[in-house]
Structures are given as C-alpha cells and as structure tokens.
C-alpha cells in the first residue's frame, strides 16, 4: 500500500501546523515534501495496520502475552513493540534495522523502512532485498516489495534474495515441505547457512553459521516484555 493513498488532509494539517500556517494544500505538500522529510500520512497506528506488513503468524510467537492480555498487537507494536525490537514480520528485523540503518531517534523503524527505506532500497532484514526483489517481480514504484512477498511467499513462486532459488528448492524438498509453508522459512529452519551482506550495494552471499542451524522460532523470539506498560498506556488521540 502506498501511504500517499493513506493521507488524512484534516489530520496532516493538525499535526504539521507549519504546513496549515503555509496555507498549503495537504495533498500537495505530502507528495512533494511531506512523505521524503518522513512525515506521517495519518495517525501512525492506522497507518501500520492498512500497510499489510504485520503478520499473523509472528505475531504468535512474538507476542503472545500481548494477544494473552487482550492488547491489539498493531497499537502495542507501534507504542512499544518496536521499541523492545520485537519482530512485526519475520522479514523485518526490528533491532538489525535500528543498528544497520540511520534511523531518527523516536521513530518506528517500520514506518521509517516504508516512508523512506523502501524509496532507498534499504533493506529491512538480512533475509530480504527490496531492490532486487522489485525489479525481479516487477513491483510498482509505489507498492511495496516486503507486502507483496508476505502477501504471496506461500505460493511457492517468489524467493526473498537473488541467491535463493525458491523452485529449485521447493523441488528438492517436496517431500518434507507443506503445502502451505514458506519455502525460504523452511530453508532457514533445517539450513546451516544463513545469508548475509557482504556488501553496502545489497549482494548477499552464504556464510557458514558454527553455531546450531538456525531456527525459524528463534528469528521471532521477543525481546522484551510490556503487558503491563500498555495496560496503563494512554489512549491515543
């Protein structure tokens, strides 16, 4: 989802009273200026919801004492998830984007990745790369590549990095791998290697990981614990 096609005028203007003294038009001023200078389109909670890159099935292993408490996990993860570098999705890695990135001190990473990181072709894991993923499946300039996999990367015809070949390993495990299982997820699962930078441009290679193969559970395991901080949490305006 393009947060341009997010905008509130009414609540941009109210929370950038420097534009509403400009007298510009919201609209206008979010194309041209407001989304490169990361300026919100809308009430930050609305705005991680409709974007589509908060997955279900993480947020059952990262938060499930938030699901437990009755908390909705997008309002929790806005307000302090991400601040103890809990994981929205399993490709975006809250605290390796928060070290890799120049993220301005206060911001959602996850909003930081969607209003600037994707227009740098910033990655958001080492397990994804935007660049490469939308020239190879034809994105458009203003969707997004990490919602487009998360839509589709149980179809089994889409891979998360170049060195990945999803139909030739979907080919060797067809025995072991369910229907509904995301092949680079099962990769990660049974794999003693794991891919990562080896350079700033985006190109990743596989390097041997000594220790135990990783886990799938491991990526989503939380950091933190917050229950009781967003019970008290003020409701939002």
Aim: charged content about 25%.
């Amino acid at each position: 989802t393009d947060p341009t096609r997010l905008l509130n005028p009414s609540w941009y203007l109210a929370n950038n009273p420097d534009v509403a003294n400009a007298g510009v038009d919201a609209v206008a001023h979010y194309i041209n200026w407001g989304r490169q200078e990361g300026r919100l389109p809308c009430h930050e909670i609305d705005l991680v919801q409709a974007l589509g890159l908060v997955d279900p099935s993480t947020i059952i292993f990262t938060m499930a004492d938030v699901i437990d408490a009755g908390i909705d996990p997008v309002e929790h993860f806005s307000n302090i998830g991400w601040r103890e570098r809990r994981r929205p999705n399993p490709y975006f890695d809250t605290g390796w984007y928060l070290d890799t990135h120049d993220v301005p001190a206060g911001m959602n990473p996850l909003l930081h990745y969607v209003l600037l990181g994707e227009l740098r072709d910033l990655a958001p894991s080492r397990h994804f790369d935007p660049a490469w993923y939308r020239k190879r499946y034809s994105i458009g300039p203003t969707d997004s590549p990490l919602a487009h996999y998360l839509k589709h990367r149980r179809t089994r015809k889409f891979s998360p990095l170049p060195t990945f070949d999803v139909a030739a390993y979907v080919k060797a495990h067809a025995e072991t791998l369910r229907r509904d299982r995301d092949p680079y997820a099962h990769f990660l699962a049974v794999s003693r290697f794991v891919p990562t930078f080896t350079s700033q441009a985006g190109r990743f290679a596989a390097q041997r990981n000594e220790k135990s193969p990783t886990r799938t559970q491991k990526l989503l395991t939380p950091v933190g614990r917050s229950v009781g901080a967003m019970r008290n949490h003020a409701q939002r305006p």
